[in-house]
């Protein structure tokens, strides 16, 4: 069966960059696109970006533009997203979320949430 | 931007009644791109429906979406027990927004 499995909390600090990791079973990575979004404490749910695993192309919400940067390891069948310069307003469950379109995507699959808390 | 309004934030419900979920956009969703999701505690977000009314696969046919344009409904004929979570409505249509969610509680 199909299943998203996210690394473990983060704590990190202002500043600093968090890499979360997803790893993909169940199917072939480079047959679907990979979302990220993500849900801030009391807040609703933020689309960041898709990857495109078999071209490894790249779309990022315009929001998170020069500071997120997702990857994929097609060897592994793991997709990674990395956000940087990070501030307390991005304390949030950060979800990947598999897709079958690139435009007008919805999420077939979800991981579990990785929580990234930033705090001095 | 889209912004979708989901009411009411709050239902509270016994087994066994109907639940019926409102989406609101503030602009027409072109084609209908509206899907429907569900959340529990700890667990990964659970895809219900898409285009706006395509029940997603082993999803429960007690589980229905309707709507057009800018008004979108997702209604659980007769709740069951693990029904109880919260349910969010995401457009994408135009670029991807989505619902602040509404939460069914038991009565």
């Known amino acids: 069966q199909v299943q998203l499995v996210q690394s473990g909390a983060e704590v990190k600090k202002p500043g600093a960059s968090v890499k979360v990791s997803c790893k993909a079973s169940?199917?072939?990575?480079?047959?679907?696109?990979m979302n990220w979004v993500r849900q801030a404490p009391g807040q609703g749910l933020e689309w960041m970006g898709i990857?495109?695993?078999?071209?490894?192309?790249?779309n990022y919400a315009q929001k998170f533009q020069g500071r997120v940067t997702v990857t994929r390891d097609t060897s592994t069948s793991t997709v990674y997203m990395e956000l940087s310069s990070l501030t307390s307003e991005d304390t949030a469950v950060y979800y990947c979320?598999?897709?079958?379109?690139?435009?007008?995507?919805?999420?077939?699959?979800w991981g579990q949430g990785t929580l990234v808390t930033v705090s001095s | 931007e889209i912004v979708l309004t989901q009411s009411p934030v709050t239902l509270s419900l016994s087994p066994g009644e109907r639940a019926t979920f409102s989406c609101g956009a503030s602009?027409?969703?072109?084609?209908?791109?509206v899907a429907w999701y569900q959340h529990k505690p700890g667990l990964a977000p659970r895809l219900l429906i898409y285009?706006?009314?395509t029940r997603a696969t082993g999803i429960p046919d007690r589980f229905s979406g309707s709507g057009s344009g800018t008004d979108f409904t997702l209604t659980i004929s007769k709740l069951e027990p693990e029904d109880y979570a919260v349910y969010y409505c995401h457009q994408y249509g135009s670029s991807l927004t989505f619902g602040g969610g509404t939460k069914v509680e038991i009565k």
């Open positions: 602009q027409s969703v072109s084609s209908n791109y």
């Open positions: 169940g199917y072939s990575l480079i047959s679907y696109y």
């Open positions: 979320a598999r897709s079958k379109r690139w435009l007008h995507p919805y999420f077939d699959y």
């Open positions: 990857i495109d695993p078999n071209a490894d192309r790249t």
């Open positions: 285009d706006a009314s």
